[in-house]
């Protein structure tokens, strides 16, 4: 296959699912990982694709946004990890505000049936899943209930939100960098994403690494509003590195 055959291939791929890695594609097309950054970088210079963290997404689906439960089934081990990692911060008889997403939903399967605490959560299903551990005192934040992620938005929640103060906010992001900080396909979304931030002593990140570099529409706050990124081997120490230079420390689960 010559490599505009290719191309155009690897286009088409990454349209239709929305996201293509490097290491896949190599497999895919039986070349080397260096010839599929060459064919991806064409690509982007073509305006076609965009480079992000160990792949490319198609121009015009930058604010592609998958349903909660085809999130749930992607990179699933390395959510996995990062959940089980994330219990050791959970605040000994604290509070916590735990975010909307498939890997905080993970964390949240995860804390203990018999852990003490104060949660507050605008994620339908985080609630369904704490609702029956008895020592968690649990609070539903209201408002405009989104399809695509089960969270409740808009000025309900960002009330709520503005009424509280929590030792820890467990947050999650569509894409994180230290250039463009955390964003989130939808405004609304990052609207309450932000709220719960300001309204936490504490901001925990959970993302794995395919994450990384990934920019989406809504802004809801820089890498250094971050104290701590629970995210994956996925991240190179040397990215790793980069990031604690900014002053939020990294954990690779």
Do not use: C
């Not at 050791?88 to 203990?112: H, Q, R, W």
């Not at 969270?151 to 929590?166: K, S």
């Not at 900080?181 to 395919?210: H, I, Q, Y």
């Amino acid at each position: 296959m010559y490599a505009p055959e290719r191309q155009q291939e690897i286009l088409r791929l990454a349209r239709d699912s929305g996201r293509v890695d490097v290491v896949s594609l190599a497999v895919q097309f039986q070349v080397t990982a260096e010839t599929i950054r060459r064919d991806l970088k064409t690509l982007d210079r073509a305006g076609v694709v965009r480079r992000v963290h160990g792949g490319a997404i198609p121009i015009g689906r930058l604010d592609f946004e998958p349903d909660l439960a085809e999130r749930e089934t992607t990179a699933a081990g390395e959510k996995d990890r990062i959940a089980r990692a994330a219990l050791a911060e959970i605040p000994n008889k604290g509070t916590m505000i735990v975010d909307a997403g498939s890997t905080v939903a993970l964390f949240a399967a995860a804390l203990p049936v018999e852990s003490s605490l104060t949660v507050v959560t605008h994620s339908l299903p985080i609630a369904a899943r704490l609702a029956d551990h008895p020592g968690i005192q649990l609070h539903l934040v209201g408002g405009r209930v989104r399809h695509r992620t089960r969270a409740a938005v808009d000025a309900w929640a960002l009330r709520a939100y503005g009424e509280i103060r929590a030792d820890v906010l467990f947050v999650a992001a569509n894409g994180f960098s230290a250039e463009h900080g955390l964003t989130t396909p939808d405004l609304a979304e990052a609207a309450v994403k932000r709220a719960a931030m300001t309204a936490a002593r504490r901001v925990v990140l959970l993302a794995d690494s395919s994450k990384h570099g990934q920019e989406h529409f809504a802004r809801f706050g820089g890498l250094n509003d971050v104290d701590l990124l629970i995210t994956d081997s996925g991240l190179s120490p040397e990215e790793a590195l980069a990031i604690e230079r900014g002053g939020t420390e990294v954990v690779r689960a």
